[in-house]
């Protein structure tokens, strides 16, 4: 069992920036797929950015590249997601997901989930 507790939402103008943390617990943290999706009101969850599974490599969604890092200290067993450059319409929760997944974009896909954290841009 793996346990993710996400933190660092919050309210930001547009132009700013946030950093989230994921801190995972239970299981081997390095051995997992480690993603973030986001999830705005009455839409689907949507893929934002990822670790994959065997070689560590780092994934984007397009709406995200070159904005938003994804990083890991696998000491602290914790992920990060740093936002750059926010939007309106970055306005979401976003969640942390774990997973023995190769097809990081999926949510579906993973196995564990945080609770999420809200994430709101404000003009």
């Known amino acids: 069992q793996v346990q993710l507790v996400e933190s660092g939402g919050g309210l930001v103008q547009s132009g700013g920036s946030l950093r989230l943390s994921c801190a995972a617990s239970g299981r081997t943290f390095s051995n997992f797929a480690m993603g973030w999706f986001r999830q705005a009101p009455g839409k689907d969850r949507e893929f934002v950015a990822a670790f994959t599974w065997r070689n560590g490599n780092t994934v984007y969604a397009d709406s995200v590249k070159g904005r938003f890092t994804i990083s890991r200290d696998n000491a602290k067993n914790t992920m990060y997601l740093q936002m750059n450059s926010l939007k309106l319409e970055d306005t979401a929760v976003y969640f942390c997901?774990?997973?023995?997944?190769?097809?990081?974009?999926?949510?579906?896909?993973?196995?564990?989930w945080g609770q999420g954290t809200q994430v709101t841009v404000s003009s």
């Open positions: 997901a774990a997973g023995y997944t190769i097809v990081v974009s999926r949510a579906s896909t993973y196995d564990y």
